[in-house]
């Protein structure tokens, strides 16, 4: 039993509740580093009994950093739910808006979130943080982030009716269209962040990749995990945000399965630990081997890498380039180790500018016609890749359209056992003999920004819908209950 | 609550400025940053002194403060767990001005209809009766467990959702789901101009959506609920008048009707217009009074049969502001009832 | 002790106050369990004061306006009919009983009937038993 606990509390720079316990032996030196989630509000609960197309607009509250992922794996649900295929204009201004989001977040995590470690240089608590990091960059560089984030959001707003918190979202297309003028509007926002998108590139590589700091983690073997990887291709195989095939690899980097998203859930089972809200999903037919990665254990990785691991390549050109550089560096995939998590969300980074772009030019999105008839309603789920990972929403509604079963997995509750794995290898490495510096329990968070998590997300409900074990453990550590569900 | 604000305390030095999260989806925080270029201003106005989104400042930094050496905090999220309430109650002691910034810390939110839960709570039989809760009272249970590595603990989760005025007496409400860009900055102007509104007032404006629609409204009585999926929805005529249940009515105005402008019903995120109590409660009168199936008084059994069978009336009339309703969330009656 | 219900009746002013008074003057025999409210119209009744007499207490409401065709207002009491039916459906949603809410119609010369539905509904709600918020509701 561990003498000495110390405490983060709360962690912060990320999106979410949670606080990190170090566990010190006699000697000082970390035995265990938990990260404990302390929230949950209970979403698949009180969904039921709700109208089946408020939905897109209840869900979306898991998470405000990401909602226009729950926003359309819930639309994209309904549309299964509904049998109605969107039209192809609806489909076109759903990836646009969806791309706006993938660039906004990313953009968010990189100089709010995890960037701040790397580009505010070093800086004590005090300026570890986005004013450190204009302060650092200068204000010049400071409005043009600021800038790009707007447009993100703009883009976001023309086509989903919100900045933050869409609401175009409905079965079989979306409610409202888009205008000529707001058709220019879109073109030129997204020749802006394509433009930065590139300056973003270039201070990546000078002040992240170029640093001794980050390369000392990001080289640094001790940081991998050799996991199993899942994310979303197009037919091409490349990697995909708002739609495609799932597949997942296993660690050597062969496939593992490829299939039809909304066959993914029944490859999962989820365990419940009784010192957290958050559970830890693995690969049914792999199985739980406790919390170490490699062939016989089930856990897997979600999120950036992942994608970038499962995929054969981007969409886009400047991002296929940038991946290149990315194999090349790490000598091939699957790319193990968990700091190229950063590097490899810059290039999505890239690929979602240059998409919105791309789409932004396309006549078809001032098309009029932007819903299908619905069918009667039944049961459907719903995939995307969120920012951070494989989003999947299922529901089952009765005949009347109203919901009679909710059920949401979450990309960071999947990638929850991973994350505590990396947590205790960072707190092992950050942790010297005596030394509980601020420092160096930044250095322990550092180990989760990688993720990006997403706490809320992680924590909305009680029970997943999977079948999950609870067991409860008496303060001797005997157990004393087991509870299937 | 007898404050009274007119200003902020004079200061040498610059202000201080907390925002906080409780039970949050992160929406309002992403939501102070639709500032977008003018967050510049907001930094030069005040240091951020805690902010646990965006910065490394932990409880213990926060315990330290002063009683009342923040000037504003922004408190975002409802009232879920004792860590939320714990931490509303602190930030009320730090605070000169604390800020109830979006619908959950104005009112209960979105997650409020977790109130509508038959166990009371989600965790009744899972988590509460967990044999290695320590707290003998069992108020509100502190989660612990021991296993090989040592004590953790977790918040308990209360009764129900509430907001942040159930707990702490509140000096403003900044209302949205989040707060759009422009109710953000109006805020954020009266904070640069020092010249604060009276306490307890909420920094929107004082009609209903309808208001601010730009839809025509024909007078019409509603002879008929669109179902879900109709999906020829006029853009320029009311939504009330074509059959879609629309909150307008019964929702304070400040986001220019949003959601009517993208034709999506509103569902009521700004709260109950000034001076009413209970916004689904005033929905479900305005509908009623317009819902007529043919000449007045012919239609009474049909129009009573459509009302009695309105699909999920809890989740249309009181999506964002159940808790701080009349009844708050579900009513537990022993009278004989059928239902479930 | 028995149960005694405490309960809200709102009378318009025009039918069913004027009934409740005919009662009164033909010295009719009804319990004394229903606190009068008189309005001017049964369509004034809003649901929120309905929701607020149950919260701070009732445990039965009666709302009484005129026979269809007959309100002084043309159309007020139609509005009632529907937001009564709307209510009754909301509050049945909560968990309430909806039987806790009546609707009559009664006219200025129905002392009688009056009376009678006083009585009939005091008899129902103490079968009932104590409103969710009754200060005499049996704690389980």
């Not at chain 1, 690969?283 to 016989?296: N, P």
């Not at chain 1, 009667?376 to 999947?392: N, Q, S």
């Not at chain 1, 909305?460 to 087991?482: N, P, R």
Request: a negative charge; hydrophobic letters at 35%.
């Amino acid at each position: 039993m561990s003498t000495n606990k110390v405490s983060i509390d709360p962690i912060t720079r990320l999106e979410g509740h949670g606080k990190i316990d170090i566990f010190l032996d006699s000697e000082g030196n970390p035995e265990d580093a938990v990260l404990q989630v302390p929230e949950l509000r209970g979403f698949e609960e009180f969904s039921r009994g709700r109208r089946a197309e408020d939905m897109p607009r209840i869900t979306e509250r898991i998470c405000g950093v990401c909602p226009e992922a729950h926003h359309f794996a819930s639309t994209k649900a309904l549309d299964a739910a509904y049998s109605s295929p969107p039209p192809e204009t609806a489909l076109q201004l759903r990836e646009l808006l969806y791309n706006s989001y993938i660039f906004a977040d990313h953009l968010l995590h990189l100089f709010y979130l995890g960037g701040p470690d790397f580009l505010a240089n070093g800086a004590t608590k005090e300026k570890r943080n986005i004013v450190g990091v204009i302060n650092e960059l200068g204000e010049a560089v400071g409005k043009k982030l600021l800038a790009a984030r707007r447009k993100a959001h703009e883009a976001i707003e023309i086509i989903g009716g919100h900045q933050v918190h869409p609401v175009t979202g409905i079965p079989g297309g979306l409610s409202s269209g888009i205008t000529a003028s707001e058709k220019e509007e879109l073109a030129s926002i997204g020749k802006d962040v394509l433009d930065f998108s590139e300056d973003v590139l270039e201070l990546f590589h000078e002040k992240v990749i170029a640093s001794e700091d980050f390369g000392a983690l990001m080289n640094n073997a001790r940081f991998s995990l050799d996991s199993y990887y899942m994310g979303l291709i197009d037919e091409a195989g490349k990697v995909s945000f708002y739609d495609g095939d799932l597949r997942i690899i296993d660690p050597e980097g062969e496939e593992y399965a490829r299939l039809d998203p909304s066959e993914g859930i029944g490859l999962l089972e989820e365990r419940v630990e009784p010192w957290t809200y958050v559970k830890f999903p693995y690969l049914k037919g792999v199985g739980w081997d406790g919390f170490s990665t490699g062939m016989d254990s089930g856990i897997f990785r979600v999120g950036p890498l992942a994608r970038l691991n499962v995929g054969n390549g981007m969409k886009t050109k400047l991002a296929q380039k940038e991946y290149e550089k990315l194999l090349e560096h790490f000598d091939g995939k699957p790319v193990h180790q968990t700091y190229a998590y950063h590097w490899a969300r810059m290039i999505e980074l890239v690929q979602a500018a240059e998409r919105i772009d791309e789409l932004a030019r396309l006549d078809s999105i001032t098309g009029d016609e932007i819903s299908s008839e619905l069918g009667e309603p039944g049961e459907g789920v719903g995939v995307v890749e969120a920012a951070r990972g494989t989003l999947f929403h299922h529901y089952e509604l009765d005949q009347t359209g109203i919901v009679e079963m909710a059920n949401m997995i979450v990309p960071t509750t999947s990638n929850s056992a991973a994350l505590s794995i990396s947590i205790k290898q960072a707190a092992e490495e950050a942790i010297e003999v005596g030394e509980i510096s601020e420092e160096a329990l930044n250095r322990v968070e550092i180990g989760f920004r990688p993720y990006d998590p997403c706490l809320a997300c992680a924590t909305h409900s009680v029970d997943g819908g999977l079948d999950i074990g609870l067991s409860i453990y008496d303060d001797e550590g005997k157990l004393i209950e087991e509870i299937e569900k | 609550m007898d404050r009274v604000l007119i200003a902020m305390p004079k200061k040498e030095d610059k202000r201080k400025l907390a925002a906080y999260w409780a039970s949050s989806c992160g929406g309002c925080d992403v939501g102070l940053l639709g500032l977008h270029e003018r967050l510049l201003e907001l930094i030069d106005f005040a240091s951020i002194v805690f902010w646990p989104a965006a910065t490394d400042f932990k409880y213990e930094d926060l315990r330290s403060y002063g009683d009342g050496e923040i000037d504003v905090t922004f408190f975002n999220g409802g009232i879920r767990t004792s860590e939320n309430a714990e931490m509303a109650e602190l930030l009320r002691r730090k605070s000169e001005v604390l800020v109830a910034y979006g619908s959950c810390a104005h009112l209960g939110g979105i997650p409020g209809l977790a109130n509508l839960s038959e166990r009371g709570t989600l965790f009744d039989t899972v988590y509460r009766e967990n044999p290695t809760t320590k707290n003998p009272a069992n108020t509100v249970p502190k989660q612990v467990s021991e296993g090989k590595f040592g004590e953790l603990e977790l918040p308990g989760v209360n009764e129900k959702v509430g907001a942040l005025s159930d707990i702490v007496p509140v000096d403003y409400s900044v209302p949205g789901c989040p707060p759009p860009p422009e109710i953000t900055e109006d805020f954020l102007d009266l904070l640069l101009e020092n010249d604060l509104p009276e306490t307890g007032s909420v920094i929107a404006g004082g009609k209903t959506v309808c208001d601010e629609c730009d839809r025509e409204w024909n007078q019409e009585a509603i002879e008929e609920l669109k179902p879900p999926g109709d999906v020829n929805i006029d853009p320029d005529e009311c939504l009330l008048d074509q059959g879609i249940i629309c909150l307008g009515p019964a929702t304070r105005s400040g986001c220019d009707a949003s959601c009517p402008s993208v034709n999506r019903p509103c569902r009521g995120c700004f709260g109950p217009p000034e001076g009413v109590e209970d916004q689904g409660a005033e929905m479900l009168n305005s509908l009623a009074s317009i819902l007529q199936i043919g000449e007045e008084g012919t239609g009474l059994e049909q129009e009573r049969e459509l009302l009695g069978a309105l699909p999920d009336p809890l989740g249309t009339f009181y999506s964002f502001a159940l808790p701080v309703s009349i009844f708050g969330g579900r009513v537990e009656d022993g009278g004989t009832n059928e239902h479930e | 002790m028995e149960f005694e219900p405490k309960l809200v009746g709102f009378l318009c002013k025009w039918c069913s106050s004027a009934g409740a008074d005919l009662a009164g003057v033909s010295r009719r025999e009804y319990p004394p369990n229903l606190i009068p409210v008189t309005v001017n119209c049964s369509g004034r009744v809003e649901a929120s004061e309905v929701m607020r007499a149950f919260r701070d207490g009732a445990d039965g409401v009666l709302i009484s306006g005129c026979h269809p065709g007959d309100c002084h207002y043309t159309s007020g009491n139609y509005k009632a009919g529907r937001r009564v039916a709307l209510l009754k459906h909301t509050l049945d949603e909560f968990g309430m009983n909806p039987d806790r809410v009546r609707l009559v119609w009664i006219s200025a010369t129905e002392g009688d009937e009056f009376a009678r539905v006083v009585r009939e509904f005091t008899e129902e709600i103490r079968a009932l038993g104590p409103g969710p918020y009754s200060n005499a509701k049996e704690r389980r």
